[in-house]
């Protein structure tokens, strides 16, 4: 069993839906969970960064952490064009741990 | 204010060639970590080092693979004897000294594209 499971997609969406990414995981020490977002043949881009479980809102988009179910969420609000990208969840235990990485979400928004 | 730099951002090495790939963190982050992705896979850690020392090895393979952060200079990872099935993107990632109980989240480079013929 995989460390991270996340649907690869492909997802595609009209422009001004609201997009939902998801990931599950399966080791419970996992305390700190991060959103990336990866443009074709770039780096990836830190988006979210949540500790523990709770809800976290930054413009359009809103990370969700729910420990007990081992589940978290992106959401992306009226989604743009410039949203097409791939979006990869991320998740360590403690300081200075590696990340364990889903194998991300290929996202298109449709003009 | 530099982002995570490295160089190059492609590289093409015949079988049995040796790949230096190098990594210059963020200023001021004391630790760097490298991470593989081949094509239709998610990001896979390899190695995580600070200065002048190597934390965690657990995803380096065990032969031909090594990784050091000297005290001066970039962070290098070197792949000896290269094979077709090394090819892939490698991208460094850097962050700041972890706060007391806490983590520091990890910031990425573009990335050098590995190719092997």
């Known amino acids: 069993q995989k460390e991270v499971e996340q649907d690869p997609g492909p997802l595609s969406v009209p422009e001004g839906a609201i997009v939902s990414l998801n990931c599950t995981y399966s080791?419970?020490?996992?305390?700190?969970f991060m959103w990336y977002r990866q443009y074709s043949r770039k780096g990836p881009e830190l988006l979210m960064y949540?500790?523990?479980?709770g809800n976290k809102e930054d413009g359009r988009f809103t990370a969700q952490v729910d420990k007990s179910s081992k589940y978290i969420s992106l959401f992306i609000r009226d989604s743009q064009p410039s949203d097409s990208a791939t979006y990869l969840c991320?998740?360590?235990?403690?300081?200075?741990?590696?990340?364990?990485f889903g194998t991300g979400t290929s996202l298109t928004v449709i003009p | 204010n530099a982002g995570v730099m490295q160089n190059p951002r492609h590289l093409v090495r015949r079988r049995g060639q040796e790949a230096r790939l190098r990594c210059s963190p963020v200023?001021?982050?004391?630790?760097v970590y490298w991470y593989r992705q081949l094509p239709e896979e998610g990001l896979k850690f390899m190695v995580y080092?600070?200065?002048?020392?190597?934390?965690?090895e657990s995803g380096m393979p065990k032969e031909r693979f090594s990784a050091e952060f000297p005290k001066e200079g970039p962070s290098i990872l070197r792949i000896q004897q290269v094979v077709r099935g090394d090819s892939a993107a490698y991208f460094c990632?850097?962050?700041?000294?972890?706060?007391?109980?806490?983590?520091?989240?990890?910031?990425f480079g573009p990335g050098t594209r590995l190719t092997v013929l």
């Open positions: 990632a850097s962050s700041p000294p972890a706060r007391q109980g806490g983590t520091d989240t990890q910031y």
């Open positions: 080791n419970s020490a996992f305390q700190y």
């Open positions: 949540t500790y523990s479980s």
């Open positions: 991320a998740m360590s235990w403690n300081t200075g741990n590696q990340f364990y």
């Open positions: 200023k001021g982050h004391s630790h």
């Open positions: 080092l600070q200065k002048e020392n190597i934390i965690d």
